[in-house]
């Protein structure tokens, strides 16, 4: 899902290994929800990253997230609880976590549980009430 500079390259990889048969590139989506609703894991291998919100669109529908320890992925991703964070370029650490959590149902259980309660924390009703009593705070103290 998505799209980027890197599908083209992407794209020829796939094709060179052999696996074009069993790789959908689907491109820039309007709904994702019932395509993150069925997987098993979001990964998320950015060098840089703004905040991450495809990351926790996937959490909000139980997706546990192995991603890079950079951007905005360590403000709302937990080691261990939510997924995990590697540093950027660590293939093969990110290969170990995701087959972890691939393998252990029991603990990609408890993940997947943890991401639905975290996302929610992010529900943007709630983040609004935040701001509109950080705002009201500093006009009231000024």
């Keep these: 899902m998505g799209d980027g500079p890197e599908r083209s390259d992407a794209e020829i990889w ?11 590139f689907l491109g820039k989506l309007d709904d994702i929800v019932p395509l993150l609703s069925i997987a098993d894991l979001m990964l998320m291998p950015s060098n840089v990253e703004s905040f991450g919100l495809a990351a ?24 261990g609880e939510h997924g995990y964070l590697l540093p950027p370029g660590d293939i093969a650490g990110m290969t170990e976590k995701s087959m972890l959590l691939l393998a252990n149902q029991g603990h990609w259980a408890e993940c997947s549980a943890a991401c639905v309660l975290q996302a929610k924390r992010f529900e943007t009703s709630l983040l609004v009430e935040q701001y509109e009593a950080y705002y009201r705070a500093l006009i009231e103290g000024a």
């Design 14 to 24: 796939v094709r060179e290994q052999g696996i074009a048969d069993r790789v959908r």
């Design 56 to 79: 926790l669109e996937a959490m909000a529908c139980g997706v546990p997230v192995v991603a890079t320890d950079a951007g905005g992925f360590p403000e709302f991703i937990v080691q």
